[in-house]
């Protein structure tokens, strides 16, 4: 029995490293975006096209006049929502 047991957990914490991740990227965009990061550079490219792709479905959903609102706000509910979710259901794989 310990042994499902262990699987779950481990399963559950992957869950939840993932979201970390995701969090991670969309929070590392935000803030490129706010400190005016050169988009001419791979890394600051690599990131905004990860974060864009993770916040497809939250990106300009919110109409703000200012840019930088519409940044955070997009992508700020991408990663609350990943995370919500991601540790959601690996609290729930780890308790069964």
Same mark, same amino acid.
């Given at each position: 029995?310990?042994? @499902?047991?262990?699987? %779950? /957990?481990? =399963?559950?914490?992957? +869950?939840?490293? &993932?979201? $970390?991740?995701? !969090?991670?990227?969309? #929070?590392?965009?935000?803030?490129? @975006?706010?400190?005016? %990061? /050169?988009? =001419?550079?791979?890394? +600051?490219?690599? &990131?905004? $096209?990860?974060? !864009?792709?993770?916040? #497809?479905?939250?990106?300009d959903l919110f109409t703000f006049d200012a840019a930088w609102a519409r940044v955070v706000a997009g992508y700020g509910l991408a990663a609350v929502v990943y995370?919500?979710?991601?540790?959601?259901?690996?609290?729930?794989?780890?308790?069964?």
């Open positions: 029995m310990s042994r @499902y047991r262990t699987g %779950a /957990n481990q =399963a559950g914490t992957v +869950v939840a490293i &993932v979201a $970390d991740v995701m !969090a991670f990227i969309l #929070g590392l965009w935000i803030l490129m @975006y706010l400190l005016d %990061a /050169n988009r =001419a550079n791979s890394l +600051v490219q690599f &990131v905004h $096209d990860a974060a !864009a792709w993770l916040a #497809g479905w939250s990106h995370l919500f979710v991601g540790h959601a259901i690996a609290s729930r794989m780890q308790r069964h």
